[in-house]
């Protein structure tokens, strides 16, 4: 059931990927949000309308608990900082 109320957080190891689904999913570069403390957090909200869109197109639906695992991942294998701007 859609909820307007409801909002994903739209990650990836690659920064590339991440402004490419955002942007099969129309969602603008002005959208992207960058962590103040890791560039592994850098995401853009997904509204729930959107959010089994991006599952079809390839995006992987994990938990607080999994997301917190990969982001500590990628900070140790020192995640490539994302561009100063989104394409």
């Given at each position: 059931r859609d909820r307007p109320?409801?909002?994903s957080h739209l990650l990836a190891d690659d920064?590339?990927?991440?402004?490419?689904m955002a942007a099969a999913l129309g969602i603008p570069p002005r959208g992207y949000?960058?962590?103040?403390?890791?560039?592994?957090?850098n995401h853009y909200d997904v509204p729930?309308?959107?959010?089994?869109?991006?599952?079809?197109?390839?995006?992987v639906p994990v938990t607080w608990r999994e997301m917190a695992r990969l982001t500590r991942e990628w900070r140790r294998a020192g995640a490539r900082p994302a561009r100063p701007d989104p394409p």
């Open positions: 109320d409801r909002w920064p590339d990927e991440l402004h490419a949000q960058r962590h103040r403390r890791s560039a592994a957090l729930e309308s959107l959010r089994l869109r991006a599952i079809q197109l390839g995006a």
